[in-house]
């Protein structure tokens, strides 16, 4: 079946340790974001790529860094500069960049719950 | 700078009621308005998508409207059932990504 992976499910981050989310698919699909969800706060883009091995800043990329190497695979790592990272991380893909008229649909991961140590 | 509204927060009710949940957003020019599903520490499952040109659309007891004027969707739930509790989080696609409301957390009692 294809669809988004997402690993692990939960994470566990020291002080000062950088920490890395995978996030795979098999939809080849062309795009692909991470959001974070906080409780009360709905989802905020942190990156997304369009094409392999190019990517953009979201509203909150500060503390993140990305890689797009490959169509299927845009891990997400969670660096020490980010001083509040508990939070649940959701990975996305869409077959291409949306633009007017298209019916693209959005589809998601199942999430990575990280929490501070 | 785009903003969406879902109203109310938290919305429950008995078995088999007809709701609504209301989302609102800002900016009229979008490209689509999408509804999802959240389960409890799950993703999100994209139930209906309206294009920026489309009125409506229906799956199942589902029904999404959008008008795009005065910045408002609706997503009708009919004979409501308690398999439908969950987070509805509708979102608007206006440039490279989604701008998410904070979503509707709906109880539906047995």
């Known amino acids: 079946d294809g669809g988004i992976t997402q690993s692990p499910k939960y994470l566990f981050r020291k002080e000062g340790q950088n920490v890395t989310l995978s996030c795979e698919q098999n939809l080849n699909h062309d795009a692909m974001y991470w959001y974070r969800q906080d409780p009360g706060q709905g989802l905020r883009l942190i990156y997304y790529s369009q094409i392999v091995n190019d990517f953009q800043k979201g509203d909150i990329a500060e503390g993140y860094s990305v890689s797009r190497e490959k169509k299927e695979s845009f891990p997400l790592t969670v660096t020490s500069a980010q001083k509040n990272p508990t939070a649940f991380y959701l990975c996305a893909s869409i077959a291409a960049p949306t633009s007017i008229g298209t019916k693209n649909i959005q589809y998601f991961g199942a999430g990575t719950r990280l929490s501070v140590l | 700078k785009q903003e969406v509204t879902q109203i109310p927060a938290a919305l429950s009710v008995p078995e088999g009621e007809n709701l609504v949940l209301n989302c609102s957003f800002t900016d009229s020019a979008i490209y689509n308005l999408q509804w999802f599903r959240q389960d409890p520490g799950k993703g999100l499952t994209s139930l209906l998508l309206i294009q920026s040109s489309q009125r409506e659309q229906t799956s199942g007891r589902l029904n999404a409207s959008l008008d795009k004027s005065s910045g408002r969707s609706t997503l009708y739930i009919a004979a409501s059932q308690p398999g439908d509790s969950a987070t509805y989080l509708c979102?608007?696609?206006?440039?490279?990504?989604?701008?998410f409301g904070k979503g509707t957390t709906l109880s539906v009692s047995s």
């Open positions: 979102a608007v696609t206006a440039g490279t990504a989604l701008i």
